[in-house]
């Protein structure tokens, strides 16, 4: 009889970053402020003799409808690392490479249901590490995995697996976003003269609630060069009516909130809603099929 483990990661969207870069994967990352989001991935784990890794998510370009992927370098590389072969379907209600910090999700969600699945006793401090190493390797995010080890508005004043991290809980503010298809992080982080703007732009400090968090990710996005010209239009229509808004860091869409935010940005695309996080990751259990 087979065994399946299921765990859940939220997501992160990032509004403001600046990569860090260190002599060891521990030590690089980003510092930068985002919020951890409630929705995300949920990652179904079962032994198998060669690993495999199955993507269930909205469609990528904004439209109605899911899609299905295959193949996930940065899961496949820490199952290896774990030493295990692993059938792997993940499961997500937002589209991956919008800026909602779903790789560090399912890389989160997948190590989680592995570790429990084959015993492995990681515990979440080495599931944090392997999940991190495994982004800075792919270029596929920063500073996203050790945000999603807990939940609330993040602050990340110092980069890498050790960092100073002040998080704001107990927040009961929607979040509602509109995308316009995918931005590839590993493009971007790839690019110097993206990261040059980036760095510049920058400001560190952390904010002391959502509204001022909103206003500095604002400017951030404006400042990097970043905004396409849908996000602009959006971000427009935002201030307009006076809804704190910014650009999905990294990821060609919105995220806003306030008390017309869904109305608002309805009227440029398919809105998804969600809720701030009170927590990061965690194992689901453990079931015989």
Not at 181 to 207: E, K, Y
């Amino acid at each position: 009889m087979g065994r399946t483990a299921v765990a859940f990661s939220p997501g992160h969207i990032s509004g403001t970053f600046h990569r860090m870069i260190g002599p060891t994967y521990a030590e690089t990352g980003s510092i930068g402020t985002g919020i951890v989001i409630d929705a995300g991935v949920t990652a179904e784990v079962r032994a198998a003799e060669r690993t495999s890794v199955t993507i269930h998510e909205p469609r990528r370009d904004g439209g109605e409808g899911r899609q299905t992927r295959t193949g996930s370098p940065p899961i496949e590389y820490a199952l290896a690392r774990m030493g295990v072969a692993a059938e792997v379907i993940t499961t997500s209600s937002l589209p991956s490479g919008s800026g909602f910090g779903l790789s560090a999700a399912a890389l989160l969600s997948s190590l989680t249901a592995a570790d429990a699945l084959f015993s492995l006793g990681m515990g979440r401090e080495g599931i944090v590490a392997l999940a991190h190493e495994s982004e800075i390797v792919h270029a596929s995010g920063l500073g996203d995995v050790v945000a999603c080890a807990g939940g609330g508005l993040v602050c990340r004043r110092t980069p890498g697996l050790a960092g100073d991290i002040e998080r704001i809980t107990g927040l009961r503010d929607r979040i509602v976003t509109v995308h316009f298809g995918p931005l590839t992080t590993a493009d971007v982080l790839s690019a110097p003269d993206v990261m040059g703007r980036i760095g510049r732009a920058f400001q560190p400090g952390c904010p002391s609630d959502l509204k001022e968090f909103f206003i500095r990710a604002l400017t951030f996005a404006r400042e990097t060069g970043l905004v396409t010209t849908e996000v602009a239009a959006v971000l427009a229509a935002c201030e307009a009516a006076g809804i704190p808004a910014s650009m999905t860091m990294l990821g060609n869409g919105v995220f806003a909130t306030g008390d017309y935010a869904e109305e608002i940005l309805s009227e440029f695309g398919r809105v998804h809603s969600m809720g701030i996080a009170g927590n990061g990751f965690c194992l689901k259990g453990v079931w015989n099929e």
